[in-house]
């Protein structure tokens, strides 16, 4: 008997639960051991046990300029110098206000908090204490966080875990929590039809991207937009994906749509914990300490975060960025459909701007359901190959491929080979 010594792992396990601090980095929908990180530089992770990665994760899209970015590493070591957090308002906070505003019109004020979760969640007391109802709509598959409003038929880690609800969220609140299948605007109108005095605020990532990548099919929104306006609800756009992601102008301007309110996070921070909810000015002067609807937080539009938000900020704004990112994607995505029909595997791809899904499923994926005919056990047998070759792709079927600047068509062309190999595997096996 060899006398192993603990894996870090195993002494994550110790002390952390899962080993995690978030569901999804356990790897339980994929097996093997999950990656703990050490450093990471452009499109690459480098983990403990010395391997490196082409990272497809880049911490869940915050990573858009790929990391430790020398603009964004400055502007943090800068600030880092000038006080790590004040609990009182900087110019930095109104800088990043101005930016976002320029590039969300829809945007008239903001606030920022420091998740996508508490974002969402203050985004929905707001619709709520404006509109004097109790209960909201989102979409099967959909993800807005963890607050206990969302975790009704939710997407991201639930559905990575197969589990429709969180325990823990009590049956009345839940029972506030209305689904509707994505891309179906007339299922919509048929809850509105009968609970239109209960519904506050209908939320939508405007390209689901947490059930694996789904785009919206052409009308699904304006039904949105013109329901909500019918039946006296807000539209809550949930872009903390596709904000700066999709366009500099986020999802509502590429799709032209104007939401009441707007959710944003990950991007936003540069990969700092930044979130932010913000809209219409008449509904946002609701908000504490201007109005009844109370949100606070020590931490928020902390300095270094908004620093970092700032920088990440100025890059994408350079052109060409956007055109280069959807250019790539592009190219991953055909050379994935390639490889996938000459090993003669079924799948599904689904591209929004850098958002990409590879779903081993038959059928077009256009909602939870159709995503959730795909064969999994297949997912993490390439998931495993293409680690195996140095790929790391997010580790569920229902999580988005983030590209980022960083990643060079070298880049893409070395996962196609490597998927090319993974298909031959699966085909194989
Ligand atoms: C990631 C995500 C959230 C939650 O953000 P956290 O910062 O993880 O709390 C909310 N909505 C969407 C669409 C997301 O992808």
Same mark, same amino acid.
């Given at each position: 008997m060899n006398e192993q010594r603990p894996s870090l792992f195993d002494r994550a396990k110790e002390v952390l639960v899962g080993g995690v601090?978030?569901? &999804?980095? +356990?790897f339980g929908a994929v097996g093997g051991e999950p990656v703990i990180i050490e450093r990471a530089s452009g499109a690459r992770l480098f983990d403990a046990d010395g391997n490196e990665y082409l990272d497809f994760i880049g911490s869940w899209g915050a990573m858009i300029l790929g990391h430790a970015h020398p603009a964004v590493s400055q502007a943090v070591a800068e600030q880092a110098a000038q006080g790590t957090s004040y609990g009182l308002t900087s110019e930095l906070e109104i800088e990043l206000a101005e930016t976002i505003r320029s590039a969300l019109p829809s945007v008239e004020r903001i606030r920022f908090v420091s998740s996508g979760t508490e974002a969402a969640m203050s985004a929905i007391r707001l619709a709520r204490g404006f509109a004097r109802r109790p209960a909201i709509l989102k979409f099967e598959g959909?993800?807005?966080?963890?607050a206990d409003s969302f975790? &009704?038929? +939710?997407?991201?880690g639930l559905a990575t875990l197969g589990i429709a609800s969180s325990a823990g969220v009590p049956a009345a609140f839940a029972a506030l929590t209305l689904n509707a299948p994505y891309n179906d605007a007339r299922a919509v109108e048929r809850i509105f039809a009968t609970r239109r005095h209960e519904i506050a605020a209908v939320i939508v990532?405007?390209?689901?991207?947490?059930?694996g990548v789904v785009p919206p099919e052409p009308g699904f929104l304006e039904g949105l937009r013109e329901l909500t306006r019918r039946y006296g609800a807000l539209l809550v756009f949930d872009e903390v994906i596709t904000g700066f992601r999709l366009a500099w102008g986020g999802a509502q301007n590429a799709y032209r749509i104007q939401p009441d309110l707007t959710v944003l996070g990950k991007i936003i921070g540069g990969g700092m914990p930044v979130a932010a909810y913000g809209g219409r000015a008449d509904l946002m002067k609701l908000m504490a300490p201007e109005g009844p609807v109370y949100q606070a937080g020590t931490l928020s539009g902390n300095p270094l975060a908004m620093r970092a938000g700032l920088a990440t900020l100025a890059e994408l704004r350079r052109p060409g960025v956007y055109e280069g990112l959807a250019a790539r994607t592009q190219r991953l995505a055909d050379g994935l459909r390639e490889a996938a029909k000459s090993a003669g595997v079924a799948a599904q791809i689904n591209v929004a701007g850098s958002l990409l899904t590879l779903f081993f499923a038959a059928e077009p994926v256009r909602d939870y359901a159709s995503a959730k005919r795909s064969d999994t056990a297949r997912f993490s047998r390439f998931f495993r190959e293409m680690r195996a070759r140095g790929i790391l792709l997010p580790?569920?079927?229902f999580e988005a491929l983030f590209l980022s600047a960083a990643h060079t068509d070298a880049d893409i062309d070395r996962a196609i080979a490597a998927a090319r190999e993974s298909f031959a595997a699966l085909a194989g096996a």
């Open positions: 601090n978030s569901p &999804v980095r +356990a959909g993800y807005h966080g963890h975790l &009704v038929q +939710a997407g991201s990532e405007p390209v689901a991207a947490n059930m580790p569920s079927q």
